[in-house]
């Protein structure tokens, strides 16, 4: 008797009201996927609205259409605007560059964490579109939960001014939790969990540490459990899929990884797993001479260097509540509490990489070399 009780009680009334008609546009437009004669414009519209009421109160959910638009046969390093509305108003309006085909200086913006503090995180934004970069890189945990409508919502209204003309390369973090909406929402190369991209001679590695598993009941337990249990074959394949991209692209001026967890942190309760991650990776990344490896998941910044040279960044102040530390680490070169984010100048013979706070005062520059020819490498 007293579960009917409950569940009387409990019982949602659903109503479903007409179609959003103000403005149709929900989320973007916003341009992914550009390469040197291709770029895709995606956007949402509202398609109905539905209204939930319970014993804690009322609620709205909206539900979306996505759209997107591949653009193939454009001409490289070329500007081309788009109205996805044509009704004169600035809604439906952007902008966007394509890569370059040759080999030529250009600038990107790094930050990650960016989940939970939208004004922070739009700071961050504005702050990123006065770098007037050639493309966006998001290190994971873009939003709180990315099972939640409501938090895709916030993502894409801070992200507006942004996604319109600057493409945004994600990297999945534990707080996409894998949901349906991310991959619906970006339009990414390759399988979407972990890709690659060029622009000019750089080679971006965009790579998965959680794991196509994660709703697991072993992974929620303890997120570590996956490397020595059923993840590792998941892994493995991610990495003979990096080293073949490596092989394949010994040429490469440059080669930056990604991943959402770092290889190294300075947080007690994160160091095992950190450790187990770079056991796993770094070999790969330092054979190679991968310039550096960018992550994020402890909120703050971090750069260090490893005896072999592998410069490992943790970028994670985007808009996530900052972390404190426990530990140091002989390999650390600087460690900050700091919402930040870093600018890289790609140029013909190093990368610059200025590191930001959210007022724009620097934290630090410093330079990454151009690989050597792969034959001087070897030798
Ligand atoms: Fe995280």
Redesign the pocket.
Known sequence: MKIVRFMFSAMMTLLISAAYAENPIAFGPYIQNITDGSAIICWSTYKTEVGIAGPDGGKTKKLYDHHELPLTRLKHDTEYSYDVLRDGSEYGKGTFKTFPEKIEPFSFVVYG?TRSDSVIHQKIVDLAIKEKPRLVINT??LVASGLEIDDWEIFFDVNRQLMKNVPYYPVL???EKDADYYFEFFNLPGNERYYEFFVGDVLFLMLDSEGSDFGKPEYVKNDDYYWSNYQKDYFEEQREWVENMLDLHKDAGYVFAFF?KPLISLMSRRAPGSKQHRAFWAETFEKHDVQAVIC??DHHYHRAQSDEGLTMITSGGGGASLYNTDITSPETKLHKKVNHLIRVDVGENEATLKVIDIEGNEIETFTLPKRKPYRQRRN
Do not use: V
């Open positions: 964490d994971g945990d973090g534990n707080h959402h994020g998941h």
